[in-house]
């Protein structure tokens, strides 16, 4: 017997079929990623951030193109603090952008990431979302 839900871990991606009864907060989300260039997703342990974010946002936005190019929309950048959150960033970075010297630039100055970016030349319908999971982690660090 297969179970339509995923029990106590966070959607994927890839359930959006299953996930249900958050349209109104991600159309939220979703104007507010298309107005704004840092959107939080805040609220307790266990109320869905994950989900919304996977099941919701990130399945909504992925499969987008720009018209007549085939393009992703949305470049997106993945990534949890964990131990190493500078290394973490490099190493998601790296993937959106291998030809570039990404941890050079970001280790630059605090411009680094704007830098990076303008150097893909990227197409100007082309936004890039960097989602940062357990952001919080980022405050339990000395110096």
């Not at 907060?25 to 507010?32: K, N």
């Not at 298309?34 to 996977?54: C, E, I, M, T, W």
């Amino acid at each position: 017997m297969t179970h339509p839900y995923p029990g106590l871990r966070p959607y994927g991606e890839s359930e959006t079929d299953i996930f249900h009864g958050q349209d109104e907060v991600l159309q939220a989300l979703l104007e507010r990623l298309q107005a704004q260039r840092f959107v939080a997703l805040l609220g307790l342990s266990g109320s869905g951030k994950s989900s919304l974010l996977n099941a919701g946002l990130l399945a909504n936005i992925r499969p987008r193109v720009i018209d007549g190019g085939g393009q992703p929309r949305w470049l997106i950048a993945c990534m949890r603090p964990g131990n190493d959150p500078f290394g973490s960033l490099v190493k998601e970075m790296e993937k959106l952008f291998p030809l570039l010297a990404v941890r050079r630039e970001l280790q630059a100055d605090s411009h680094g990431l704007a830098r990076l970016v303008r150097q893909a030349e990227l197409d100007p319908r082309q936004r890039v979302l960097i989602v940062v999971d357990q952001f919080e982690e980022l405050f339990r660090y000395r110096r």
